[in-house]
């Protein structure tokens, strides 16, 4: 009885423990969305918020270690990132908020991205570990306003328009307008072209191009290339960088010189220029006031062989006519003259005459050609050289036109012309002429344009600066190369005049 007894109260001891147990609570499951959006905003805070719920409630906290992560939103600029973030629910508690700060501007741009990365979770098991946030922009797209920087249009003879193509950098639901009116440079209105004042031009909803017009008033006088500015202001609903579009008329005119016995010759005067300066080697010597000289030998940078000196038997004015001369004496002996304006006449831009007649003969090498007045301080070739005309002895059909500048280091470009029939510039006097403005430089024999280049083609901040004049006689160097049997001595360049223009405009 006592066995059965106590049989009885274990079981019934062993039915009310089990009563009284607690029932163990089941790991929750810890989500939250996969993707979200948010708008930017313009003006107040906004908050990127995300929703973690536990799939039931636990006895014990739950803690979520999460970072955010850049993708084509960043950090600072378009949020506030968070680094080591932790998220804890105590018991009972099923969900949380996490709150990101988003960075609101008024600029319109594309949708942006981040991340938020789930690195850890204590009592919990996670669903994914990553959320996606979209921040939508909201602002209002404000177009750029593109202008062409420069528009180049050959004069012709009668008017025509120059047409430039503005642009807006994409369609808006607003209209947009400019205002623009043209301003003279050297171009000068009621001569060179047609001014305009005042117009609007208004691109409606959904429009991205349009097209100005201005009248180009055309003639037949060879003058420089020239130019003027369209100038735009008060724009509506759109950007843009302040600058002003640069429209250079490319002269196309021709020029024919007077053929005179000795060869072409032009005039003291053109239609719409004025006489600037001129030496016509008139007197009986060389006008100190204009030229100096160089003297010494030493290569001259281009292993020449003469020895420059201000002896009359070198360089001397007679008969109306400037006469550098190259001689010999003894075997190996070579003399000539470097006349220079340096720190006496220097120009920038203008109509440019040299009238000369050529020597001839293997290693004989003159030059007519201009030194920017910094060289100094710059030193060459940052100082900027232009060849008006360079001839080589043994080729006398032929004259070079060159300039030379600084493009991270020595850079040149040039061309030459070539005399038809069986003369060569030696037989006669010929006009060695460049038009130079601002906006480029071309080269002449005898009016006959043979080489050009414009503002950008090349480094020409050099050619907006002073450049002075040489006239020289080398013998021998690199390029030419070296007299041999067949030069005779002495030999020699004459200039009859150099002549400087300015526009009359």
């Known amino acids: 009885m006592n066995s059965a007894r106590t049989i009885f109260l274990i079981t019934i001891l062993s039915i009310f423990a089990l009563s009284c147990k607690k029932t163990e609570k089941a790991i929750p499951k810890l989500s939250f969305p996969a993707q979200l959006t948010v708008d930017e905003g313009t003006a107040t805070q906004q908050f990127a918020v995300i929703e973690v719920s536990l799939s ?16 084509t939103a960043t950090a600072i600029e378009d949020y506030i990132a968070v680094t080591d973030g932790e998220l804890v629910f105590q018991p009972g508690e099923l969900t949380k908020e996490i709150k990101i ?55 012709g003879n009668n008017a025509q328009m120059a047409s430039a193509t503005i642009t807006l950098s994409g369609p808006t639901t607003e209209p947009v307008s400019v205002k623009w009116s043209t301003i003279e440079g050297t171009a000068m209105a009621g001569i060179d072209f047609t001014a305009s004042t005042d117009n609007t031009l208004t691109f409606a909803p959904g429009e991205t191009q349009k097209t100005i017009q ?26 843009f960088v302040p600058v002003d579009i640069v429209v ?55 292993n020449e062989w003469q020895t420059y000196t201000n002896s009359p038997t070198n360089s001397f004015v007679q008969d ?68 008006i005309m360079e001839y080589l002895g043994h080729l006398p059909k032929e004259v070079h036109g060159t300039v030379h500048y600084n493009k991270n280091g020595h850079q040149y470009t040039g061309d030459h012309y070539t005399l038809s029939g069986a003369e060569g510039f030696n037989a006669k006097f010929h006009v060695f002429t460049i038009l130079w403005s601002e906006y480029g430089i071309r080269w002449y024999v005898d009016y006959q344009p043979y080489f050009s280049i414009k503002d950008t083609d090349i480094e020409f901040e050099a050619f907006r600066l002073p450049q002075f004049f ?7 160097g690199n390029w030419p190369g070296y007299p041999d049997a067949t030069t005779v001595f002495p030999q020699t360049m004459q200039v009859d005049y150099v002549r400087v223009f300015k526009s009359a405009e």
């Open 56 to 71: 039931n409630d636990y006895d014990q906290a739950v803690t979520m270690k999460y970072s955010t992560a850049d993708g």
């Open 320 to 387: 109306g006519k400037l006469n550098i001369v190259a001689t010999k004496l003894g075997q190996n002996s070579y003399f000539s003259a470097r006349l220079l304006s340096q720190n006496k006449k220097s120009f920038t831009y203008g109509r440019i005459d040299f009238r000369a007649k050529m020597p001839i003969g293997k290693g004989i090498w003159p030059a007519l050609w201009m030194l920017g007045n910094n060289i100094s301080q710059v030193s060459w070739p940052r100082c900027g050289e232009i060849d």
């Open 248 to 302: 250079v008329i490319d002269n196309d005119d021709s020029y024919s010189p007077e053929l005179m016995d000795d060869g072409p010759i032009t005039p003291n005067s053109y239609p719409g220029f004025i006489l600037d300066w001129s030496d016509e080697f008139d007197g009986t010597a060389i006008n100190t006031q204009n030229w100096g000289y160089n003297t010494g030998a030493g290569g001259w940078g281009n």
């Open 214 to 239: 201005v009248e180009v008033l055309g003639d037949n006088l060879l003058e420089l290339d020239e130019g003027f500015f369209i100038h735009f202001s008060d724009i509506q609903n759109a950007t």
């Open 470 to 476: 040489i006239m020289n006689v080398a013998v021998g």
């Open 101 to 155: 700060a988003i960075v609101n501007d008024g600029i319109f741009e594309p949708n942006e991205s981040f991340s938020l990365l789930v690195s850890k979770a204590t009592n919990a098991s996670l669903q994914q570990s990553q959320c996606s946030f979209v921040i939508t922009n909201d602002d209002v797209f404000t177009p750029e306003l593109k202008l062409p920087a420069r528009l180049r249009v050959n004069e």
